[in-house]
């Protein structure tokens, strides 16, 4: 080897180690709060794009000079992968695994990279900016040091390389509950009500006996108690309550056990609901829609859910929302959620349409559902299969066959 290859190879190694230190520098940025964050996030960025096009050139070029022109370039190519999954996914991980370099070494390095770099950020947000404007894309705000939900996911399954051989860095539950912390923030209170049709609610004219019926048969510790209809909720009445009753069951009256409660609309979000609940040890709120009339309900347990998962106590014999009744045909209830069937089967359903899959039946056919109507999204064939008067409870999905695990 010559001593202009010699020196080519120098430049290579020195390229390849300061890659490294940058992609390692940037995985430090994600974690920590840095001035001005995003800037630094684009100068490293930026830096190790232009290092990585520098030692492409050079990795060819210093290929063609040894290996001649037939197998140099492939040999150059496979250089290339092999560097970059070696240095950028496998070694910079390892390296901010371990803490090294710190946050304030990143930090002191981003200044430097960003002032040699300024022209090109200049011009990669400026022409950013321009391409937003063409494609009328709104351009999210993030708070300095703060970062975004899709940056936490990124860091957990990307930089941390979690995979399903990863399992005691973290199982599966631990990321069900990180992602439900995440999503925490932004679902609000109508995508996890029971709604007005499940609602089980007590009259509080009630008469004793009555009342026992409904709490052997239901199994709930808490009961709306309204006056006529469903939509004039007076408050809750715990079971436990009834404990304390006096021996004379005849001059039962249930509005004195009638708990105070609190309203909340439909689109308050859950985060904020949960902090109110707490505050006021309350568990059951009563959800409104636009027009003040009861919506649906929503427990501490079925906000606590949405991070931990499904929560079954002693009384809960609910069935699951589907199961497979043959290798390609699910029974799926009509009250599951799209998202979360889209989510769990990898469907695409609309979820603009409706909310539940019941919603989503009556959309498409524009009528009220008989038992053994059909209806057809892409390759997916629904079939009614009960029905509760004028509302769908059971659903007959028929998979195609590159749709079967």
Request: a negative charge; one cysteine or more.
């Amino acid at each position: 080897m010559d001593t202009d290859s010699s020196l080519q190879l120098l430049i290579l190694v020195l390229l390849l180690g300061s890659v490294l230190f940058l992609t390692t520098c940037r995985l430090n940025l994600k974690m920590g709060k840095g001035a001005s964050k995003q800037n630094n996030e684009v100068a490293f960025m930026l830096s190790s794009v232009l290092i990585w096009v520098i030692i492409a050139v050079l990795s060819i070029k210093l290929a063609l000079r040894i290996w001649g022109d037939k197998i140099g370039s492939g040999i150059a190519g496979l250089f290339l992968i092999l560097c970059y999954l070696g240095v950028n996914k496998i070694m910079a991980e390892g390296i901010g695994k371990k803490g090294f370099p710190s946050a304030f070494i990143a930090e002191k390095t981003a200044v430097i990279i960003r002032f040699l770099m300024y022209p090109g950020i200049l011009l990669f947000n400026t022409t950013q900016k321009i391409w937003k404007k063409i494609l009328s894309i709104e351009e999210e705000v993030v708070k300095e040091g703060q970062l975004t939900d899709e940056e936490v996911l990124d860091f957990v399954t990307t930089e941390l390389g979690i995979s399903a051989a990863d399992e005691n860095l973290i199982n599966q539950a631990e990321k069900t509950m990180l992602y439900g912390v995440i999503e925490f923030a932004d679902i609000i209170v109508k995508e996890v009500m029971t709604p007005r049709p499940d609602v089980v609610g007590v009259d509080k004219k009630i008469a004793y006996e009555d009342l026992l019926k409904v709490i052997k048969e239901k199994q709930f510790s808490r009961l709306p108690v309204y006056k006529e209809t469903i939509d004039h909720i007076l408050g809750v009445m715990h079971i436990k309550d009834l404990l304390l009753l006096p021996e004379q069951k005849e001059a039962f009256s249930l509005e004195q056990y009638i708990r105070p409660t609190i309203f909340v609309p439909e689109t308050r979000k859950i985060s904020e609901l949960f902090r109110v609940m707490k505050k006021e040890k309350i568990h059951l709120v009563v959800v409104l829609d636009e027009y003040g009339s009861t919506a649906g309900i929503v427990t501490l347990e079925d906000l606590i859910e949405e991070i931990m998962g499904d929560i079954q106590d002693e009384h809960d014999r609910e069935e699951p929302p589907w199961k497979y009744l043959s290798d390609h045909v699910m029974e799926i209830k009509a009250g599951v959620r799209l998202d979360e069937l889209n989510e769990v089967l990898n469907l695409n359903l609309d979820t603009e349409a409706a909310d539940t899959l019941g919603g989503l039946i009556f959309a498409l056919l524009d009528r009220i559902p008989e038992v053994g109507d059909q209806v057809f999204v892409e390759d997916l064939e629904f079939v009614v299969e009960g029905m509760d008067g004028h509302r769908i409870e059971k659903v007959h999905l028929i998979l195609p066959v590159n749709k079967v695990d």
